[in-house]
């Protein structure tokens, strides 16, 4: 919910004499744009979407006819895509990388532009603030490396290698196995969703709080200097913001890569 559809719905100013409508989870509660049934459709889900048709079109659209002397969008794209080859896959995983990069692209650019979305407006909201899409995510990413884990080193193999460790004391080696196996298979979906969910949950609450108190302090009065205050830090809260979208996208993406790394190398 945007700061503005707050205010509205609120109707509150200093000068109304009411409370401050201070932002909480209502800021992330939206009514549906329809219904079917039990089935609501709500704008996360609208903007999930488009993020995704947008993603899906752009690379549609850039690589669908390549050529050798690129156009424009096709160049972009490269771009992109070198990128997370190169910053990423390669360096991370090695050659075997060069396979994963059509996902590990797929994953960087789609959470990016469900970020980014926070600061378009009309759009106003980030998908990933709801922990369902990062938990979406996150156990695609979770069904990869087990996946690869076990296809690479079958069942006994990728047991040793996600719960062993080479040249352990033998009285460490109960406590250590078990804590690998938390780690790896417990832990590591869990920390993947909610580092992403937390940032993007915690910078819109901001936002939205910092721009609620801009208008409802600005009077004609000394508290018109503390609205001014509360917009700058709106300015610099969205601009930190935008920082923040992409490397949450690129964290994202580099576990993302880490944990097929791992699941492509031997136990340790």
């Known amino acids: 919910m945007s700061a503005h559809t707050l ?35 709500t704008k996360p889900m609208l903007l999930a ?29 490269e771009i992109g ?8 896959a390669r360096e991370v995983i090695g050659k075997k990388g060069d396979k994963f990069v059509p996902f590990l692209t797929s994953i960087f650019f789609f959470v990016w532009i469900m970020n980014v979305m926070s600061v378009i407006p009309l759009a106003q909201f980030p998908a990933t603030s709801r922990f369902a899409y990062p938990v979406g995510l996150a156990a695609l990413v979770y069904i990869t490396y087990m996946y690869l884990t076990f296809k690479t080193h079958g069942f ?29 298979v417990i832990l590591r979906p869990f920390t993947l969703a909610v580092r992403l969910w937390a940032n993007m949950f915690a910078g819109h609450l901001l936002i939205v709080m910092f721009s609620i108190a801009s208008w409802y302090l600005l009077t004609p009065s000394f508290l018109s200097a503390v609205a001014g205050g509360s917009f700058v830090l709106t300015i610099a809260m969205t601009t930190l913001e935008v920082l923040v979208q992409f490397l949450q996208a690129y964290i994202f993406t580099l576990l993302a890569s880490i944990y097929i790394q791992g699941a492509l190398e031997e136990g340790h």
């Open 49 to 77: 979407l488009i993020c995704m048709l947008l993603v899906v079109g752009f690379f549609w659209a850039a690589f669908s006819k390549p050529k050798l002397v690129p156009t424009k969008l096709q160049l972009v794209g």
């Open 7 to 41: 205010l509205a719905e609120a109707g509150c100013h200093i000068q109304h004499d009411c409370a401050f409508p201070a932002p909480g989870l209502n800021s992330f509660d939206f009514k549906p744009i329809f219904s079917i049934g039990s089935f609501d459709f």
């Open 81 to 88: 895509y070198t990128f997370v080859a190169r910053s990423i």
């Open 156 to 184: 006994r193999g990728g047991m040793k290698n996600l719960t062993w460790i080479d040249g352990l004391p033998k009285p460490l080696v109960p406590l250590i196995v078990v804590l690998e196996f938390f780690s790896n």
